[in-house]
Every structure is written in C-alpha cells, then in structure tokens.
C-alpha cells in the first residue's frame, strides 16, 4: 500500500502518519452509545474513503468495527469510495465488495479518483503532454465508471507540471492560458468522454478546492469545466488561519459556496471540511457550520481514517468555563471523543437553524472567473462584518456592488461601473483596484492611489467641510495614500498619522449614484486591527438597504437571509457583546433557537453630518468564544407591538 499524498487543499502533509496509526492500532471506539444518530433534516452527511482505507477494508473485521464506530457518532447518508491515488489503484473484486457492504448499510455509494502522480511533499498532477500519463488519466476514468454512476474528482485535478513536453507545448502562451487550454482538454478526452462511454449514466463531479483565486495558474477553469462536468463540489477547509501556509480566513467556508452557487446555479453538490491543522476543536466546527449556513446541500467529511481520530479539545484556554455554540466540556465531559462524534455533534447542533433560515443575501461582490487581484480579500470583508455574495457576472441590479481588484480582469469593467453609476446605484472600488486602473477612471473621477504611504493611528467620520467624529484609535496601521480632489471627493472616514490625514473610505458623486473608494492595508489582516467605530461606519455606508447592520468589532461576521433571518458568528477567542441595528421602530428579534425575545432600544440615527436622522432600533447580542446565534426579525417598522 503506497501512502496518500499531503494535501494543502483537502489534508496536510503528516496525516498518513496519522492514518497509518489508526488502521495499525485498531479500532477503538471513543462514544458511549452504538446506536446511530438521526439523520439531518437539512442537508446530507458524507464521508469520503481514500484508496488506502479501501485497500486496508480488505480486513472484513476492521471495516465492520470501523463502521460501527463512525456511524454511531454522525450518521452517514453516503460514502465516495475512492479507485486511484498516487498510482494506487483498488481492484475491481475490492470495489465491488465494499460497495456492496455499504448499501447492505443502507448507505448510498459513489465513486472518487485523486489524480495525483507519485507522493512528494509538494504536490505534482500528472503530466497531461505526457502520452503515457494521459493514458493512465483516461484508464483510470473508464475503470471506475464501470463500478459508479456518479464519480468524484478529488482535488488533484489541476496541472502543475513543467516537463520538457509541457514547455514545448505551451509555446508563448503564459502557463495560467496554456493550462487552462489543457485541462478543459483532458476533461473532456480523458476523463468525462470515456466514461461515459463506459457508463452513460454516469456523472462526474469536479471538486474546487480552497484557492480558488488561483485556479487558472494551475489549470482549474470556471469559465468551461462546470459546463463539462456533470456537477461541482466546492473546498471548503479553512483550518487555521494564522499557522497554515494558504493562512485562510474562516469566513471563506461560508463565501466560497456562495461564489461558486453563482457560477454553477443548481449545480454545487456541497462542501467538502477536512480534520488538520487546527489548534482547537471549535475550528473544526465553524467549518461544518459556516458550509452549512452557506446554504450547502451536502456536507463531506474528508476522510475516513480522519473520523476514528481522537479530537481533543486543543488550546481553549480563552474560553474554559464557558458554554460556546460547540459545548465540548457539556457534551463529552472528561472523556476524548473521536472527529465522527465531534462533526455528528457540530452538524447536530446546527440543523434545526439551518431549515428556519431563507437564502443568503449579502453586498454583491463581483469577480470576473479565473481572475486574481486582492486575492482572498472578500473573506476578510466578511470577517470584519460585511455580509458578502460573490457574483461571477456584474450584479447590475445589485444597489451597492464592491470591485476589488480582480474586478480588472474584466475589460469593460470602467464601462459597467459609469452604467451603474449613471443608473442610480453606488460602486465601491479597493484601492487596489484604482491602482491598476490608474486614469481609466478620470472620465468619472480624478483619483489616484499614489506609491506614498501613511500609517494611521486615529480615525474621523466626516461629511462635508468641517470637524469630524472621533472614530477611535489602533496601532499605526500601513495603508496606501489616495489622492483626491478637494470639493470634488469627499473623505466620509480619515485615518490621520501626526496629524497628518489620508482618506480611508471616499466618495465622488457620478450621476444618479455614488463611486466610494475604500483603501485597503498592505495587511489585510491590519483590517481587524480598525476600531469598531470604524468599521461600523463602513458597513453602514457600504450595506446601505440591508434588513440589518452590525456596530462591533471585528472578526464578528454577519449571514443575513431573505425571509427576515439573520446569524450572528464570532470567531473571537473573547466572549463579545455587539449591537444589531434595524431601521424604524416597532421590530423585534426573536432567538431561532431558544425562543427568547430581544428587547431593542430605539434611537434616532446621526445622519452623516451629526444632526438626528431616522428612527432605528438596536439590540445588543452577546457571543461566547467561536459561537452563533441566529434569528427572526419580527413586527413591522413604524409600529409599535
């Protein structure tokens, strides 16, 4: 048995150390009843078997022990048996046989291929100007479609390779084009073609991993590959922020399902959380909540061995006494369950909300398909409270789109902002964005985002001449300098170093609408270092016609939902106490979970010059450590109930 590849996007280089523990130990299970959990109400649970387990399920009595223990934490409705990995291949009797001992389960089964080329600590595909290596690919693809009607492509379907034929082939094309070319090629000649000569029926499902702002250097087309498959899967392992190499904010297990529902309406199968690089076992869990509040209508779990693992609790050192969304201490008391009874647990608590909530909404994000720029910037949006729905298309009848860089890839890009503009609705562009366009933009405004730079330590709300409110301090934070015309743009938040200013959100008026220009640091994590004054003041400018806004912290993330539902989810180590604000009077919240009403507090809103606006009314929510809450906005504004 040759060992499973490392996976930076679905598992990480140790975790064959791991497994290898696992199926050499035995099983030992870890939960205190056999008995099998209900099934979601709201979603399917899967969990995906790598060639190496099946291989090792040769071993009648392990598979069965390893079953009972798995299946007694989360229930189970489906397994992807996998056929090929790193020139591991199962045969056909093997395939057959655990098929068959998982539908006797009354599990449904399905098929998965990894084509990854040899294991190496960093990852090589095969080599797709290789005759020999598309042989294989399409070998590969014909065997397991006799066995599947629906086959799962694992993360390795991408081309990374430079090999003498590749760079004969390429040409002067650049690797991203060149590799696009390829893949949508071999796709259709190698892998869906063949089967389904094989197999008429089957359908092949192609994964997208977590990078996904990097897809066409390597080959991962969504502009073609979702019209070639039969269906797509979405990556959404986030682990560790801070300690893993892609450093992946957590807000993308939510975000990446809702960008790639736009690009494939119908089609995304689900979301696909891994069991590594975590330090605590609430991360783990916000990554099965966040694909779920995402609206995924499947949850996989990778990967089998992973399941009968032992979770420990991990660093909570923040949070011990508490009783936050994922109760460890509650739920398992002094014993250490394995990762089936953590996501059985996770998944569990989050689906009675699940089925209470509407369809996502959010502030329309637009990023042009195989596109790069700021990349990964929508997720920390997202982390410091700014509900984000990622469109591949240009949202024309969103009232408020965000461009941040990447948006450059599109060539009429400076068009569709004028149109936009001209029609009544607002755009906010990054400053990252205003640098690449440098003066394609000065038929609407005079703008630049200058090489100078300015570290500000104290921030001011400000509308028109004048004196601004004080909006808090932070550690000097390095931002880009923008310059502007005065009286022609107005800085609506100013960040000021030694007394020196420098626009963090401007706007200038285009039109019927409004072009702001957010400025973004060097960091992006600096984002979370803003004041709460801040960042308060930026989601009111940019979520302007959302039902609901947040006046907080960072690292508090917002999912509001079209039937008057929204959940509030901290990913702070700290408990927090927050503020939600609706417009008018007369409304209250009501917790989805408990039933509890909310009492609001009613106001007049400060208009942006600080005199009295509309009537608002906001109510504090407080969050332990890595938690949610979600809820029903109920009674109609202007009223008093």
């Not at 975590?278 to 779990?301: G, H």
């Amino acid at each position: 048995m040759q060992p499973l590849p490392g996976k930076r996007c679905c598992g990480h280089v140790a975790w064959f150390a791991l497994l290898l523990s696992v199926l050499a130990t035995g099983v030992k299970a870890q939960n205190n009843s056999a008995s099998q959990p209900p099934p979601s109400r709201n979603f399917r649970v899967a969990v995906y078997i790598p060639v190496s387990v099946v291989e090792h399920m040769r071993d009648r009595a392990w598979l069965e022990s390893s079953w009972k223990q798995i299946s007694s934490g989360v229930h189970v409705d489906k397994v992807y048996i996998e056929t090929y990995r790193s020139r591991v291949i199962a045969d056909d009797a093997l395939i057959e046989s655990v098929k068959k001992f998982f539908t006797d389960q009354g599990v449904q089964v399905a098929g998965g291929i990894a084509y990854s080329d040899f294991d190496t600590a960093q990852f090589r595909s095969f080599c797709y100007t290789n005759p020999e290596d598309r042989a294989y690919v399409k070998h590969v693809a014909e065997l397991t479609a006799r066995h599947f009607n629906e086959i799962m492509l694992d993360d390795f379907f991408f081309n990374n390779t430079k090999d003498l034929s590749d760079i004969a082939a390429k040409g002067t094309q650049s690797w991203s084009g060149f590799r696009l070319k390829l893949m949508d090629e071999a796709a259709r000649d190698l892998v869906v073609d063949p089967a389904r000569a094989v197999n008429p029926k089957v359908k092949i499902i192609i994964k997208f991993p977590n990078w996904y702002p990097h897809f066409q250097g390597n080959g991962y087309d969504l502009a073609v590959e979702p019209k070639i498959f039969g269906g797509i899967y979405t990556g959404t392992e986030t682990r560790d922020g801070e300690i893993t190499d892609q450093h992946l904010q957590p807000y993308e297990s939510y975000e990446i399902v809702r960008y790639l529902d736009n690009v494939a309406s119908g089609r995304n199968g689900g979301g696909w959380v891994d069991t590594y690089d975590i330090r605590y076992v609430d991360r783990y869990a916000e990554q099965l909540w966040d694909t779920m509040l995402a609206k995924a209508p499947q949850m996989m779990l990778f990967e089998w061995s992973g399941m009968l693992r032992p979770a420990p609790a991990g660093n909570r050192e923040g949070w011990a006494g508490l009783h936050p969304s994922f109760d460890y201490a509650q739920w398992f008391g002094d014993r250490t369950p394995d990762y089936a009874a953590v996501a059985g647990h996770a998944l569990n608590e989050i689906d009675p909300l699940i089925g209470k909530l509407g369809n996502p909404a959010g502030i329309a994000v637009y990023r042009p398909l195989n596109s790069s720029g700021e990349d990964f910037l929508a997720n920390y949006l997202g982390e410091i409270g700014i509900p984000v729905e990622m469109y591949p298309v240009f949202p024309g009848d969103a009232h408020t789109v965000v461009l941040t860089e990447a948006a450059k890839f599109d060539p009429q890009i400076v068009a569709k902002i004028k149109a936009h503009l001209m029609a009544g609705g607002n755009v906010a562009i990054t400053s990252g964005l205003l640098h690449a366009l440098g003066d394609k933009l000065d038929d609407i405004c005079e703008l630049r985002s200058s090489d100078r730079k300015i570290t500000p330590s104290a921030y001011w709300g400000a509308y028109g001449a004048g004196g601004g409110a004080n909006l808090g301090t932070s550690a000097p934070i390095l931002m880009p300098k923008i310059d502007f015309m005065t009286n022609d743009a107005w800085p609506l938040i100013r960040g000021t170093a030694n007394g020196g200013g420098a626009p963090i959100l401007l706007m200038d008026r285009y039109g019927k609408g409004i072009l702001y220009v957010l400025t973004i640091p060097d960091n992006f994590n600096d984002l979370y270092a803003l004041p709460a004054g801040v960042l308060t003041a930026l989601r009111g400018y940019l979520g302007a016609g959302l039902p609901v806004e947040l006046d907080g912290p960072s690292q508090v993330s917002l999912f509001p939902y079209d039937n008057d539902t929204f959940v509030v989810e901290s990913f702070r180590g700290d408990p927090v106490t927050v503020s939600v604000t609706l417009a008018g009077t007369g409304k209250r919240l009501r917790n989805l979970a408990t039933g509890e009403e909310i009492e609001g507090k009613t106001a007049q809103a400060m208009n942006r010059r600080g005199s009295a606006g509309s009537e608002q009314t906001s109510f504090p929510i407080t969050l332990q450590p890595h938690s949610y809450a979600g809820f029903a906005i109920e009674g109609k504004a202007g009223t008093s109930q």
